[in-house]
C-alpha cells in the first residue's frame, strides 16, 4: 500500500470525525463465502445460478424453495470466521471514529468480529433467521436447516404451515424500512463514507452512495473492480480490502481525541 491513492485515503480517514462504511460480498470472500458478481462469484461462474432468486419464484415453485433449503445445508456461511477487512472495522469502531456499519451482507460476520450489533444495519436481512410469509413468525435458522438435514425437503412454518424463508431480502422484496432509514440518516450524518467489497449494482443500497456525495461527505471506494459510482468518490482503491481496510484502520486521527456529533435528526425535540 504505497500509492498516492492509499496515501489519499490515510488522509481522509485521519480527518475524519464520523465515519460510516458500507460494506459488500467482497468483504467476506476472503472467509470462504463467494461472492455474486466478482471474477469467482457464483453468479459470473454461473449465469443461471440467481434465476431462483427472486420471491415470486420462491414462492411459486416449490422445486426452487427445495434447491434453496438444500443449498443451505452446505453454506459455507455456518462455519466462517471473520477475516482481517471485519477485525479491522472492529479497531475503527473502538478508535471512536466508526458510528455505522450499513451491510449488504447476509452472513453476520460484522458482528461475529465483534462489531457493536447496535451499530450494524443488515439492509438485507440475515441468514441466520427464518420467516413465515404467511404470519411473520421469526425463529432461528438452525432449527430450520435442522429439519431439512433430517429429511424435510421444504420446511414450513410451525405455526401456521405457511411458507418458510431465510430472513433475508430476495429481488422483488422490499427492505425493512426502519433499517433503510437508519441507512439514510447513517450517510447523511457522516463525514467519511468507506466503501467496501461491493459491485454497487444492487439499489437502493447502491443508491446510499450518491447520497452521502451530495450530502458533502467524501467517499472513499474500495473494490477490486470499477463500480458504476466511481466518479462520486474522493478516493478508489482497487486493491483487496484484507489490505486496505488494516491499513486505513491503524491510520491515527489529526485532530486528536473524541468529539460529538449532533446524531440523528428523529431524536431532536
Ligand atoms: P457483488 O458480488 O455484486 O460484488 C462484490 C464485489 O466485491 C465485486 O466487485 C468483487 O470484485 C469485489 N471483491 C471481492 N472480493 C474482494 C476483495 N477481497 N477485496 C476487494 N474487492 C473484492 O456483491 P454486493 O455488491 O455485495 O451485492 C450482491 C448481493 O449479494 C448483496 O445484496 C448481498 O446481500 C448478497 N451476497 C451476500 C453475501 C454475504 O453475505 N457474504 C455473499 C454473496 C452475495
Known amino acids: 500500500m504505497g500509492s498516492q491513492a ?51 419464484s420462491y414462492v411459486s415453485d416449490p422445486a426452487v424453495r427445495r434447491l434453496s433449503w438444500r ?11 471473520p477475516n482481517a477487512a471485519h477485525k479491522a472495522l472492529v479497531e475503527l469502531e473502538r478508535s471512536g471514529r466508526l458510528r455505522t456499519v450499513i451491510t449488504q451482507n447476509i452472513d453476520g460476520l460484522h458482528q461475529k468480529a465483534g462489531s457493536d450489533p447496535h451499530r450494524v444495519l443488515e439492509l438485507h436481512g440475515t441468514l441466520h433467521a427464518t420467516v413465515c410469509l404467511s404470519c411473520g413468525a421469526t425463529g432461528p435458522m438452525r432449527d430450520a436447516v435442522k429439519r431439512v438435514a433430517e429429511g424435510e425437503e421444504d420446511p414450513d412454518c410451525l405455526r401456521c404451515r405457511g411458507i418458510l424463508k431465510s430472513a433475508t431480502v430476495s429481488f422483488g422484496q422490499h427492505l425493512d424500512g426502519e433499517v433503510l432509514r437508519r441507512a439514510r440518516l447513517a450517510v447523511l450524518d457522516c463525514d467519511v463514507l468507506l466503501v467496501a467489497g461491493t459491485s454497487l449494482s444492487v ?23 470499477p463500480t458504476p459510482y466511481d466518479d462520486v468518490a474522493a478516493v478508489v482503491l482497487h486493491e483487496p480490502v484484507g489490505e486496505v481496510l488494516p491499513d486505513l484502520s491503524s491510520v491515527p486521527p489529526s485532530g486528536g481525541g473524541r468529539f460529538s456529533s449532533w446524531g440523528d435528526p428523529s431524536t431532536w425535540s
Not at 443449498?71 to 470466521?81: C, E, F, Q
Not at 439499489?203 to 473492480?225: D, S, T
Open 6 to 56: 492509499c496515501a489519499a485515503a490515510r488522509a481522509l480517514v485521519a480527518s475524519a470525525h464520523r465515519i460510516t462504511v458500507l460494506t459488500g460480498a467482497g468483504v467476506s470472500t476472503d472467509s470462504g463465502i463467494p461472492d455474486f458478481r466478482g471474477p469467482d462469484g457464483l453468479w459470473t461462474r454461473d449465469a443461471d445460478a440467481g434465476l431462483g432468486a427472486s420471491i415470486d
Open 71 to 81: 443449498a443451505k445445508l452446505d453454506s459455507p456461511v455456518w462455519t466462517a470466521k
Open 203 to 225: 439499489q437502493p443500497a447502491a443508491g446510499l452512495v450518491p447520497l452521502a456525495a451530495k450530502a458533502g461527505a467524501q467517499v472513499l471506494i474500495c473494490n477490486a473492480e
